[in-house]
């Protein structure tokens, strides 16, 4: 599919090149690895084609590989930027404009994750009884909604209620007057493809592709983001009690050496020396040969490097020999980094959280369970013992503990604390706008207030 057409103006002509290049759009159907439509998706071989390509969709630099991630810890408020390019210092300053690329580029992606896997389920189901079995049409069906729910998620919690397709889509005119759904409708899609996926998938562990293992992390945090607490816990404890995936010491025992799939790992995109991952050209100083587009604050610094505060979280940075920092998480070369989804250490925290909300008895759980991550990360014990100082204490943790994943910006939302800690009073700037592009080809999408 060919590269989707940058949009940085709002003058009509715009209006005549997206529709002239309708095929370049967020929903066309162009695949590049894989199969996505009646015919070629034939039988099973075909059918495991497709979902491969929608798992490399998932991958892609717009999405998991680059441009998604970047655009929501830049505004977490422990990166700077250092290119020279002035765009992306609007995630950093929260004042994105509806034109922004990157903006165009992360939509644009996940849409078309979101349609691979629609045409998936869309075609699966109707192939004969004699060219697929039943079990591999279950799990491939499981997987296709596992990724459309994970693709409706980030959607969700990034740019608020959004236009639900749920049928592949040829062109851009198939979704033309589909009006944006509500926020809670769209989490509500989240949950339906996370119930059918859960209830197709087999158990199991498999650190790149989706088992019911992998539905139950996913439903974990999305019971966290609904502020269901009981539900939250018991998500997240059907992974921590599987002895598959554990904590590793010391706490760059995840991601240093070269490992892949580690036993911390729940769900990381793969990638291999065709396939290669964004990060690290961004991460690395020029001197790794990167160009170290954005890199910790002075103020991060200072303190995961601070054993006391850090811990052996230090490992995520590293030192030039002239004495420039930067992120070291994304490292290898060639670039096959994997991108870390989610982690066991996610689910401790969950877990942590949801029972420190729930108060009473099972404060004492929350204590220990953020005490485990901290023991992990060779730090002392925490010892907050109330409801508050616990909440304060698990966000500070996660904080470190997902330092380079993106997770802070969308935590200080979640609850309530943006203002607080990034003085962002306007809360119109709690989602993305959506990209102005996509409204000039339908007008039924509506813009998010205040953009």
């Known amino acids: 599919m060919k590269a989707t057409i940058i949009r940085n103006t709002y003058n009509l002509m715009m209006l005549a090149i997206f529709s002239l290049a309708s095929c370049e759009t967020f929903l066309d159907v162009q695949p590049r690895d894989e199969a ?28 998991y590989g680059t441009t998604f991630q970047f655009a929501i810890y830049l505004q977490g408020g422990e990166l700077a930027w250092g290119d020279s390019r002035t765009v992306n210092r ?54 296709a909604y596992f990724i459309r729910a994970l693709a409706y998620f980030d959607l969700a919690r990034t740019w608020g209620g959004v236009q639900l397709v749920l049928t592949p889509t040829e ?6 007057g589909i009006s944006r759904s509500s926020l809670a409708e769209t989490y509500a899609q989240v949950l339906r493809d996370l119930d059918e996926a859960e209830s197709r998938l087999p158990t199991g562990v498999n650190r790149v592709r989706a088992t019911k293992n992998t539905v139950w992390a996913l439903k974990a945090r999305f019971y966290l983001y609904q502020q269901d607490w009981e539900q939250a816990e018991f998500y997240a404890s059907a992974l921590i009690e599987d002895p598959n995936y554990t904590l590793m010491k010391p706490y760059s025992s995840w991601f240093a050496n070269n490992v892949v799939g580690s036993r911390e790992s729940v769900f990381e995109t793969a990638y291999s020396n065709n396939n290669t991952n964004g990060h690290r050209n961004n991460w690395q100083p020029p001197v790794n040969g990167g160009v170290r587009r954005w890199f910790p604050t002075d103020e991060f610094i200072s303190q995961v490097t601070d054993p006391a505060i850090g811990g052996g979280r230090k490992a995520l940075v590293a030192q030039t020999s002239s004495g420039i920092w930067y992120g070291n998480l994304y490292y290898r070369n060639p670039p096959v980094d994997p991108s870390y989804v989610i982690r066991i250490a996610e689910l401790y925290l969950i877990r942590a959280e949801a029972r420190a909300n729930l108060g009473g008895s099972r404060l004492v759980g929350a204590l220990e369970d953020l005490n485990t991550i901290r023991d992990r990360a060779e730090l002392k014990p925490d010892s907050a013992s109330t409801k508050e100082t616990l909440l304060l204490a698990i966000e500070n943790e996660r904080r470190f503990e997902f330092a380079f994943e993106p997770h802070r910006w969308f935590d200080l939302v979640r609850t309530g604390r943006a203002d607080e800690v990034l003085n962002l009073t306007d809360p119109d700037k709690y989602v993305l706008p959506i990209p102005i592009g996509q409204i000039l080809i339908d007008p039924a999408l509506e813009q998010n207030h205040g953009y």
């Open 36 to 63: 996505s439509d009646e015919v070629t998706i034939v039988d099973l071989g075909s059918a495991e084609t497709a979902l491969n390509g929608a798992y490399r969709s998932l991958a892609s630099n717009g999405y």
């Open 90 to 143: 609007e995630f950093i300053q929260h004042d994105v404009r509806s034109d922004n690329e990157e903006v165009e580029s992360a939509w644009v992606a996940i849409y078309n994750t979101i349609n691979q896997a629609n045409h998936i389920i869309a075609k699966v189901p109707i192939l004969p009884d004699q060219l697929i079995d039943g079990a591999s049409r279950n799990r491939i069906l499981g997987e």
């Open 171 to 176: 062109s851009v005119d198939d979704t033309k």
